[in-house]
């Protein structure tokens, strides 16, 4: 197995879109006709993933993060006009292309962007201006200064997990000699949940998976990290990759599994060398390949890179896009612990999670139920970002309030606090004596602060156009009720909306949430419906006060006709 | 009183049997009990994307025809909250395409239209997206009106499924997917469908149509005029039959045509 496959078709896809920048209807077929897949699957997996693009971009192509706390749209534009492009349009002589992007996960870093696939982070207004003359004077972007794609960890408090970098190997010469069922049970007894969120049990998962009648099984770590405000993982995988893959490893000794995947989303490509040559690290010490430590255990990971897809963080819409399909998720049952990557028993478990069981089975499960609550074991990673003096890295014991953590990150004024993502839950002043915990609070790790400088109307815009972006569309009320929450709340927040808005908004979202067929389309509503639960008067401040405003604005409607006859005088408009 | 040794659910109250392996869709509709739906289809994998057949098994939504059925389910499905969140993905349904019944020529064979009759919708209470998307009337034989599309995959499936071929895919990602077509052009003429085959004659609406045979069978006379949507052997009668139900009595036989499979 190839850890990194330079066939797997979104490689190819992707080493097709840097040198061509493109995919033309030519190199789909050509694409498919070399992989032997068929053409239709080529073009839906193109048209699938938001970094493949059907049309040319530039050969500087910027994709500015729209987040709220790693996105800044002022500097996009001040690039846009300093360039004199408009975003989405590919400069007439192919020289620059200016979208955005959801979160790219550097929301600690303050203003980022992708530039051919690389992050920059830190932009400011003198670096824009910067960055326009070396794109003018066409200078490659492996000649820009250096400083601009620093990432650093931004770790303000240690835990459990981040105190020590575990020894290449110390797991697994932990586990050397017990057997399955005796990890199992430590992995158990530690009480540890996924940290992905969803908070199902591991011992249970990695139980039922190496339980499925099989003749082969799969371990894949999810590392797509999509969730707006979320970083936590690039922290793992940037400083605590040996354990992480010591994590998979020790899962694939207990299920018989031998091999495993690391799906890494696109926005953390930059990491790809790294882990690569972590893996071929492990491999020459004999912790990966054919008898892991003499133990005649064979087990191998390989990497899979993303290309743009916030679902692929669901674990079956995972599995899809390894098995070069769109992200999809799939009808459960079967879930995929019984039916997975490639019809197999599979365990996919979130990058945190798989660390945290390095530890366990090196510490025992003592270490680890002995911190946080009794519902909640262990520590928690926090991306701590937003309106704060000190973003970052927080690990915290399961059970912390909100209150702490604000006061830790240095946070004044605060307004509001979305915790877990535009997926979570947004919350006022008066929960911030709320705990971080399974049975309180539950998170995968996202902490986005708000002040009260912020318009939290426009934050819940942002949430509900994100989700609209990243809808995959397979089911009809996530792909029409994403779209349908968005136009709503515009039009309430454009000033045009009426009491009769916010009940469709409702009406909507309940919809939304209850029918439709993934964790996407659930919590796609809970920036609205979490609005109106607690901050209702901002909304109530931006509505008409009359029965009804038509959905159709017939002002708004002509624009496109004054500007085709470039015309604004009064006469053009009603 | 249910037998504990017999393997049963509860529909609205009505205890009916089920077989190890059916799913709740499958065991309603042996029962005799319809549960709206528009891409299932029996002899096809189940897909569960349209979401008109959301019922509430012990408190909790899910999908009739893709849930397997188990002893003791209590199963909620002809409610008015269920048929109102019904007409509602109904009416998304409508919204994010361009359906104008009158001038279509499946007025009266459409699924989606009789499911809005079913449910009582009188409008499409949301705005139009009115979305752009292509016409492909390149094959001899038949057209392909993605403005009509919903994107349910039964032609998809039945070109797998039944056909043994891989004519259609949906490509595309939310209010942008579309059908697309298997071929090295991308356009209809060039794939290996053929009209004999079930994708040709599967679409619930009028994506995909015959060409050369509009408007035989009159308006009044057409399938659900006669025949309500919640007839539970409707998959069948529409599926297996070689003439249109109207000419049952007839002799003449009809050649093919939008009906015949």
């Not at chain 1, 478990?349 to 003592?366: F, K, R, W």
Request: proline fraction near 4%; hydrophobic fraction near 35%.
């Amino acid at each position: 197995m190839t850890p990194y496959s330079s066939e797997h078709l979104l490689h190819v896809l992707h080493a097709h879109q840097q040198r061509f920048h493109y995919i033309s209807d030519q190199a789909i077929c050509e694409i498919a006709t070399r992989l032997h897949l068929p053409r239709a699957q080529v073009e839906a997996v193109t048209e699938f993933y938001a970094f493949f693009h059907r049309s040319p971009r530039g050969r500087f192509d910027i994709l500015f993060s729209n987040c709220t706390s790693c996105g800044n749209l002022t500097l996009m534009q001040q690039l846009c006009d300093r360039l004199n492009v408009c975003m989405d349009q590919t400069s007439s002589d192919g020289l620059i292309s200016i979208s955005q992007t959801s979160c790219i996960g550097m929301c600690d870093h303050g203003a980022s962007a992708l530039i051919n696939g690389l992050t920059v982070t830190s932009l400011s207004e003198q670096i824009i201006e910067e960055m326009g003359n070396l794109i003018e004077s066409e200078t490659p972007v492996s000649a820009w200064p250096t400083s601009w794609f620093q990432i650093g960890n931004n770790i303000r408090k240690e835990g459990l997990l981040l105190t020590e970098a575990l020894e290449p190997g110390a797991a697994l010469k932990a586990i050397a000699g017990r057997s399955s069922d005796e990890i199992l049970n430590e992995i158990t007894a530690s009480g540890l949940k996924g940290r992905g969120g969803a908070g199902f049990s591991t011992g249970l998962k990695w139980k039922l998976c190496r339980d499925a009648a099989s003749d082969s099984r799969y371990v894949v770590c999810n590392a797509d990290e999509g969730e707006p405000g979320t970083f936590k993982d690039r922290i793992l995988l940037n400083s605590h990759a040996d354990t992480l893959f010591e994590g998979m490893t020790v899962c694939g000794k207990v299920i018989g599994a031998s091999q495993g995947y690391l799906y890494l989303r696109g926005e953390y490509r930059y990491m790809l060398d790294a882990l690569l040559t972590t893996l071929q690290n492990r491999r020459e010490a004999g912790l990966l390949g054919n008898n892991v430590l003499g133990s005649g255990f064979d087990f191998d990971i390989a990497v899979v890179v993303g290309a743009g897809a916030y679902i692929c963080g669901e674990e079956s819409a995972l599995i899809e896009s390894i098995e070069e399909k769109p992200g999809i998720p799939r009808i459960r049952p079967p879930f995929p612990v019984t039916s997975g990557l490639w019809g197999k028993p599979t365990v996919v478990n979130n990058v945190e999670t798989l660390v945290a069981a390095a530890g366990i089975v090196l510490h025992g499960h003592h270490w680890f139920e002995t911190s946080g609550t009794w519902q909640s074991k262990g520590s928690k990673l926090l991306s701590v970002s937003g309106d704060c003096a000190r973003a970052g890295i927080y690990e915290y014991p399961f059970g912390v309030t909100v209150a702490q953590i604000l006061e830790d990150a240095g946070a004044e004024d605060v307004q509001a606090v979305q915790i877990g993502g535009p997926a979570g839950r947004l919350i006022g002043a008066e929960s911030f004596t709320n705990h971080i915990a399974f049975e309180d609070i539950a998170t995968g790790g996202s902490f986005m602060i708000f002040d009260t400088s912020r318009d939290l109307l426009a934050v819940i815009g942002n949430f509900t156009h994100f989700f609209d972006h990243e809808s995959c569309g397979f089911c009809t009320p996530c792909r029409v009720g994403t779209t349908l929450l968005k136009n709503g709340l515009d039009k309430v927040c454009s000033g045009h909306g009426t009491a009769h808005d916010i009940d469709e908004l409702q009406r909507t979202a309940a919809l939304v949430s209850r029918r439709s067929h993934c964790g996407l389309g659930m919590t796609a509503p809970n920036p609205i419906r979490d609005g109106l639960k607690v901050f209702p008067q901002l909304f109530e401040a931006r509505l008409l006060h009359q029965e009804m405003e038509p959905e159709f604005n017939l002002d708004a409607s002509l624009e496109e006709a004054r500007s085709l006859t470039n015309r604004d005088d009064a006469e053009a408009h009603l | 009183m249910s037998d504990p040794m017999k393997k049963t659910i509860i529909i609205d109250g009505v205890e009916i049997p089920f077989e190890e392996g059916q799913t709740i869709m499958d065991a309603a509709l042996a029962a005799d009990i319809y549960i709206p739906h528009l891409c299932h289809k029996p002899g096809l994998s189940p897909h569960g994307s349209c979401k008109l057949c959301t019922v509430d098994v012990n408190g909790r939504a899910v999908s009739s025809c893709t849930m397997p059925a188990e002893a003791g389910q209590e199963i909620a499905n002809n409610t008015a909250s269920l048929n109102e969140a019904r007409k509602t993905i109904t009416q998304m349904l409508f919204i994010e395409g361009n359906h104008l019944c009158p001038s279509c020529e499946k007025t009266g064979d459409c699924t989606l239209q009789a499911i809005g009759y079913h449910l009582g919708m009188l409008d499409g209470h949301f705005p139009q997206f009115y979305p752009r998307r292509e016409v492909d009337a390149s094959h001899g034989s038949l057209v392909l009106d993605r403005d009509r599309c919903i994107m349910c995959e039964l032609c998809v499936r039945a070109s797998r499924e039944c056909d043994g071929k891989d004519v259609f895919a949906i490509s595309g990602r939310g209010t942008k997917r579309q059908l697309v077509v298997n071929s090295p052009t991308g356009r209809l003429v060039d794939s290996d469908i053929e009209l004999d085959d079930m994708a040709a004659h599967i679409c619930p609406v009028g994506a995909i149509l015959i060409k050369d045979h509009g408007y035989e069978v009159p308006i009044g006379r057409r399938t659900f005029d006669l025949h309500s949507v919640s007839e539970t052997d409707l998959d069948e009668v529409i599926l297996k039959k070689t003439k249109h139900h109207d000419q049952e009595h007839e002799t003449a036989e009809k050649e093919g045509g939008v009906y015949g499979v």
